[in-house]
């Protein structure tokens, strides 16, 4: 994301006006997708594009020190630059990266995650493993949301998602990244059509096995779900803790899952349909060695991290993307549990939130396991292994 501090240097009497076009090379790219380069001492970012391409772009936008831009034409591509199968690619919000070959987008994250961690968390880009790829890159999410709007001009609804450049809505038949079975159900709401704009559509395919409410979270992508189950089983595993504690569990998903490897667990999460759903999975699986509150993890933590002995105890967070509530992130660098699996859709509040935790050495990050649930797209999800390092506190 730009911001103010993207380019102090910038020569205002060199700023380019909306309007312009220009040829710029393309120097790397910036978590959430954009491309960088520049113009003259200015920067500029510009979508869908690739490092080492050369391209010529329209400036759209001019801030103090950086400008938008939106691709024209590509003059020189990069040799990871595929055609993208959607015929909406470049309109539609949704994906950034269709346009980059599989393997290159998972090179193109790890980057992304490097530098975010070292920038943001002050870590050793040493400890962030290689991107975990999705067994199956499209066709793999499982929940989406439409939106219908009004447009005046084809006097009719446009039925679809948020469009890359503004916030109207580009009509959609089909998504690429989707589901078959949500693809079907596109069709039908378009068969079936809201009666007005402004609506929302969500469309989901339940997961085998997991009772999830209608409102309530789940992961997004069922072919990397073992995988990342893998990874926080690794991690517990690696620490030996006896005891686990699932912060925002959902409806349980983490704390069944590695139920086994405690002798006890305790999850906690806000949305109370949520809670009774993990009560009801977890006697599904004949799990008997966990309990589920509801309320806040930051009001609940204080009496698990009472209950549960430091020592023996793995802290588990898979926060919404703002990450931790500072409160839960002081007391768990006070408590001092034996180690914290941090799960997150967000690197850059994950690094923040690391970064606390790790300071004055409290804990240390071991390793970070970079996952991409979210292919075409700009996001990503990270499982982080902290652990409590040797100290007067740490026994
Ligand atoms: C990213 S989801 C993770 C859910 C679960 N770990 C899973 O993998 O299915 C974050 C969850 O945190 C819950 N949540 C948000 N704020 C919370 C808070 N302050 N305390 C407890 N849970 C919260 C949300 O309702 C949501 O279920």
Same mark, same amino acid.
């Given at each position: 994301?730009?911001?103010?501090?993207?380019?102090?240097?910038?020569?205002?009497?060199?700023?380019?006006?909306?309007?312009?076009?220009?040829?710029?090379?393309?120097?790397?790219?910036?978590?959430?997708?954009?491309?960088?380069?520049?113009?003259?001492?200015?920067?500029?970012?510009?979508?869908?594009?690739?490092?080492?391409?050369?391209?010529?772009?329209?400036?759209?936008?001019?801030?103090?020190?950086?400008?938008?831009?939106?691709?024209?034409?590509?003059?020189?591509?990069?040799?990871?630059?595929?055609?993208?199968?959607?015929?909406?690619?470049?309109?539609?919000?949704?994906?950034?990266?269709?346009?980059?070959?599989?393997?290159?987008?998972?090179?193109?994250?790890?980057?992304?995650?490097?530098?975010?961690?070292?920038?943001?968390?002050?870590?050793?880009?040493?400890?962030?493993?290689?991107?975990?790829?999705?067994?199956?890159?499209?066709?793999?999410?499982?929940?989406?949301?439409?939106?219908?709007?009004?447009?005046?001009?084809?006097?009719?609804?446009?039925?679809?998602?948020?469009?890359?450049?503004?916030?109207?809505?580009?009509?959609?038949?089909?998504?690429?990244?989707?589901?078959?079975?949500?693809?079907?159900?596109?069709?039908?709401?378009?068969?079936?059509?809201?009666?007005?704009?402004?609506?929302?559509?969500?469309?989901?395919?339940?997961?085998?096995?997991?009772? !999830?409410?209608?409102?309530?979270?789940?992961?997004?992508?069922?072919?990397? /779900?073992? $995988? %990342? *189950? #893998? =990874?926080?089983?690794?991690?517990?595993?690696?620490?030996?803790?006896?005891?686990? !504690?699932?912060?925002?569990?959902?409806?349980?998903?983490?704390?069944?899952? /590695?139920? $086994? %490897? *405690? #002798? =006890?667990?305790?999850?906690?999460?806000?949305?109370?349909?949520?809670?009774?759903?993990?009560?009801?999975?977890?006697?599904?699986?004949?799990?008997?060695?966990?309990?589920?509150?509801?309320?806040? =993890?930051?009001?609940?933590?204080?009496?698990?991290?009472?209950?549960?002995?430091?020592?023996?105890?793995?802290?588990?967070?898979?926060?919404?993307?703002?990450?931790?509530?500072?409160?839960?992130? =002081?007391?768990?660098?006070?408590?001092?549990?034996?180690?914290?699996?941090?799960?997150?859709?967000?690197?850059?509040?994950?690094?923040?939130?690391?970064?606390?935790?790790?300071?004055?050495?409290?804990?240390?990050?071991?390793?970070?396991?970079?996952?991409?649930?979210?292919?075409?797209?700009?996001?990503?999800?990270?499982?982080?292994?902290?652990?409590?390092?040797?100290?007067?506190?740490?026994?």
């Amino acid at each position: 994301m730009p911001s103010e501090t993207t380019n102090p240097a910038a020569d205002p009497a060199s700023a380019p006006s909306v309007g312009t076009h220009c040829t710029i090379t393309i120097n790397d790219i910036a978590f959430g997708g954009e491309g960088v380069g520049r113009i003259e001492d200015f920067v500029a970012f510009v979508p869908f594009v690739l490092v080492g391409e050369t391209v010529e772009v329209e400036i759209t936008e001019v801030k103090k020190r950086f400008a938008r831009a939106r691709l024209l034409r590509v003059l020189q591509a990069a040799p990871g630059r595929v055609q993208p199968p959607c015929r909406y690619f470049g309109d539609c919000g949704g994906c950034q990266y269709q346009h980059i070959d599989y393997p290159v987008q998972l090179q193109l994250k790890h980057k992304q995650v490097c530098d975010l961690f070292q920038r943001i968390g002050g870590f050793d880009a040493r400890v962030i493993a290689p991107v975990v790829p999705c067994p199956q890159p499209y066709g793999y999410r499982n929940r989406i949301m439409i939106r219908s709007q009004w447009d005046k001009f084809k006097q009719g609804l446009n039925i679809g998602f948020i469009r890359a450049d503004n916030r109207l809505v580009v009509d959609i038949d089909e998504c690429k990244i989707a589901e078959p079975a949500l693809n079907e159900q596109i069709l039908h709401v378009r068969a079936h059509p809201p009666p007005k704009g402004g609506i929302k559509v969500v469309l989901r395919v339940a997961p085998e096995n997991w009772e !999830v409410p209608r409102d309530s979270f789940f992961q997004n992508n069922f072919f990397l /779900l073992p $995988g %990342l *189950v #893998e =990874a926080a089983r690794e991690c517990l595993r690696g620490s030996g803790a006896r005891f686990l !504690v699932d912060l925002y569990c959902g409806v349980g998903f983490f704390g069944i899952e /590695l139920a $086994g %490897l *405690v #002798e =006890a667990f305790a999850g906690v999460e806000l949305d109370q349909l949520a809670i009774k759903a993990a009560v009801r999975n977890a006697a599904a699986r004949n799990c008997r060695n966990g309990e589920f509150l509801t309320g806040r =993890a930051e009001d609940l933590l204080p009496a698990l991290l009472n209950r549960f002995p430091p020592s023996a105890t793995s802290v588990l967070v898979d926060p919404p993307r703002v990450g931790c509530f500072p409160d839960s992130l =002081a007391l768990l660098r006070r408590t001092r549990p034996k180690q914290i699996i941090y799960i997150s859709c967000h690197p850059a509040t994950m690094a923040r939130d690391l970064n606390i935790l790790c300071a004055e050495g409290v804990f240390e990050l071991a390793h970070v396991i970079p996952l991409d649930m979210f292919p075409q797209t700009a996001h990503l999800e990270c499982v982080a292994d902290l652990r409590l390092k040797p100290g007067p506190h740490s026994d």
